[in-house]
């Protein structure tokens, strides 16, 4: 039982060139989440899914897409990266949306940086 | 707009003492208030708190909320240098674009030997 995991760990990109961050998770979750960690600004939620097939926009999602075509997948794109895009990005999932008992359980981030 | 604040930002102390950690919140459609540890990687989930005045214990962190006044308190006793961290409170609420969960910017610990 691997929790979360994050493809890739660290990447470097050039302004401009695109990418596609990979999240899995083995937990049979139905939410799953995509965060991005600034120094001084906490964790905010780029984009979520509530299950296979669905997204939805979060706090800051402008400049990436998201798509779960399989429940255990969240994909998170940049289509066109710029310098702002420079962050550690974390997934998360959970088993419901945050019932009495639900908590988010996360991966290990990838550090992104956008030349 | 929905708010988190933790206070404070950074805080040193040193073994063996007693730290307590501030997160107000201001939020709508309030459903439970987390806190995370994060150690340079991946927040790993503390308490979730969803009753005022029920504390949650588990070793020597504890943790309360408080619904009339906004706020949970994360404390934590006989400080060890593990416990150096970033410790993150977060708000789950119901939002009408669905689940939502925000973070407050962490309070950073440091316990010095």
């Known amino acids: 039982n691997a929790g979360v995991t994050q493809t890739p760990k660290f990447r470097v990109l050039k302004t401009g060139q695109s990418m596609t961050l990979l999240c899995a998770q083995d937990?049979?979750?139905?939410?799953m989440y995509w965060y991005r960690q600034d120094p001084g600004m906490g964790l905010r939620l780029i984009h979520y899914?509530?299950?296979?097939?669905?997204?939805a926009k979060g706090e800051v999602p402008d400049g990436y897409n998201v798509s779960r075509l399989k429940k255990q997948n969240f994909l998170l794109g940049l289509e066109s990266a710029a310098p702002s895009q420079t962050s550690v990005y974390f997934c998360?999932?959970?088993?419901f949306g945050g019932g009495s008992t639900d908590t988010q359980y996360f991966g290990p981030g990838t550090r992104l940086t956008v030349l | 707009e929905d708010k988190v604040v933790q206070s404070p930002l950074s805080l040193v102390v040193h073994e063996g003492d007693t730290v307590t950690l501030n997160c107000s919140y201001e939020?709508?459609?309030?459903?439970?208030l987390l806190w995370y540890k994060q150690e340079k990687k991946a927040p790993t989930f503390l308490f979730m708190l969803?009753?005022?005045?029920i504390e949650k214990k588990s070793g020597r962190l504890s943790s309360i909320l408080d619904k009339k006044e906004l706020f949970s308190i994360l404390n934590i006793t006989a400080t060890q240098t593990g416990d150096s961290a970033v410790y993150l409170c977060?708000?789950?609420?119901?939002?009408?674009?669905?689940?939502?969960?925000?973070f407050g910017k962490g309070t950073s610990l440091l316990v010095t030997p």
């Open positions: 998360a999932s959970s088993r």
């Open positions: 937990m049979n979750h139905e939410y």
């Open positions: 899914s509530v299950g296979e097939g669905t997204t």
């Open positions: 939020v709508t459609n309030f459903r439970s």
């Open positions: 969803t009753s005022s005045g």
């Open positions: 977060a708000s789950h609420t119901n939002s009408n674009s669905g689940y939502a969960l925000n």
